[in-house]
């Protein structure tokens, strides 16, 4: 089992910047696949980015070039560095950690941290 504590959002002008932080209880060395999911009011939650432990990254068409994952192992923490923001980035942020623990996939979220980008 792992918790999973996010932290960074805020509001933001569109075009500004944030870094969202995803502290992790555990060595994110253990864990398969860290990433970044949103969830806007009406919206179904859909992937932002993902990272492997082996450090294999995935992001989003609709935020590549914008926004970039990535982990620090000595912190046990995965970040989401978003750049450019539009006000249809607007959402809440969750981490998810996922492991494969041998006959079938462990998923947890952390709780979300809120970002708002106004126009």
């Known amino acids: 089992q792992v918790q999973l504590v996010e932290s960074g959002g805020g509001l933001v002008q569109a075009g500004g910047s944030l870094r969202l932080s995803c502290a992790a209880s555990?060595?994110?060395?253990?864990?398969?696949?860290m990433g970044w999911y949103r969830q806007s009011p009406g919206k179904q939650r859909e992937l932002v980015a993902t990272?492997?432990?082996?450090?294999?990254?995935n992001v989003a068409n609709s935020v590549k070039g914008r926004f970039t994952i990535s982990r620090d192992n000595a912190k046990n923490t995965v970040y989401l560095q978003m750049n450019s923001l539009q006000p249809e980035d607007t959402a809440v942020y969750y981490c998810?950690?996922?492991?494969?623990?041998?006959?079938?996939?462990?998923?947890?979220w952390g709780q979300g941290t809120q970002v708002t980008v106004s126009s």
């Open positions: 998810k950690a996922d492991s494969w623990a041998g006959t079938r996939w462990l998923g947890y």
């Open positions: 555990k060595s994110i060395l253990s864990i398969d696949t």
């Open positions: 990272i492997t432990s082996g450090g294999s990254t």
